[in-house]
């Protein structure tokens, strides 16, 4: 059963000399597809670009909390056009980072866009610093039936609170260092069919990779550290992990 990295921002620059062999490299260790969320409404063409260019790479579009200076008030409609085209597997990254600048327009951005993914019927990728609590709030009150929270690190009781409302967690590099016992916790007690794994590359890189480029051939480290952390044989979490990101992002 292959992997998919549910979260890498394969667009960027970091990539630009060997994007393809890149690809290459997390195929030959069964990472098969990927999933890129948008940051920007100047990254989305870039997106569109090698999704066609690559096979296997699937896209999302939104405006990412960490750059609310550069989005401009139009974006939203060029959002809502965006997903109009198609291409889309969901809304992202978005979401609210209480480390970043403005929390009232981050706020208006974040609801803006969690009622486009009502309307289009697709997931959301989110963000967080310090706001899980207010983002399962406006997640819940948007009626938002699939989300999934990028590199979870919050508590046994949040990871249980995202689980029950039918939401997934992102795993990622995090769970392979040994003193970050509190999102390991949270992890290894979290349900199954609730978890998901990313990398975040070209950043978050894994135990023993540090001030390197994170690529989603690496994924297969978090992988290990998964299969450490939890009472289900690798074969099991494969497949549980194959599955969940299949329902969340409606894939065959």
């Given at each position: 059963m292959s992997l998919i990295d549910t979260h890498c921002h394969l667009n960027l620059q970091a990539f630009?000399?060997?994007?393809?062999?890149?690809?290459?490299?997390?195929?030959?260790?069964?990472?098969?597809?990927?999933?890129?969320?948008?940051?920007?409404?100047?990254?989305?063409?870039?997106q569109r670009d090698c999704a066609k260019r690559y096979a296997n790479w699937f896209n999302a579009f939104g405006l990412h909390p960490y750059f609310i200076d550069q989005h401009q008030d139009g974006d939203i409609d060029l959002l809502a056009q965006q997903l109009h085209q198609g291409g889309a597997i969901a809304v992202g990254e978005i979401g609210l980072d209480a480390t970043c600048a403005d929390m009232p327009r981050q706020r208006k951005l974040l609801h803006a866009q969690l009622e486009l993914a009502v309307e289009f019927q697709l997931p959301v990728i989110l963000h967080h610093r310090k706001t899980l609590d207010?983002?399962?709030?406006?997640?819940?009150?948007?009626?938002?039936?699939?989300?999934?929270?990028?590199?979870?690190?919050?508590?046994?009781?949040?990871?249980?609170?995202?689980?029950d409302a039918g939401y997934?967690?992102?795993?990622?590099?995090?769970?392979?260092y040994p003193r970050a016992q509190k999102t390991r916790r949270a992890i290894a007690s979290a349900p199954l069919h609730a978890l998901v794994l990313e990398t975040d590359s070209p950043d978050m890189p894994t135990c023993g990779k540090q001030g390197q480029r994170n690529e989603p051939a690496y994924m297969t480290r978090v992988f290990d550290a998964l299969c450490e952390i939890?009472?289900?044989?690798?074969?099991?979490?494969?497949?549980?992990?194959?599955?969940?990101?299949?329902?969340?992002?409606?894939?065959?």
């Open positions: 630009d000399e060997d994007r393809a062999e890149m690809l290459m490299r997390a195929h030959q260790v069964g990472v098969t597809h990927v999933v890129v969320p948008g940051i920007t409404a100047a990254s989305w063409a870039q207010e983002l399962l709030k406006c997640t819940r009150e948007h009626g938002v039936e699939r989300a999934v929270v990028h590199a979870f690190s919050g508590s046994e009781q949040q990871a249980l609170a995202w689980a997934y967690l992102g795993v990622g590099g995090v769970i392979t939890r009472q289900e044989p690798p074969h099991v979490l494969r497949a549980a992990l194959h599955a969940n990101t299949c329902a969340l992002f409606g894939l065959s």
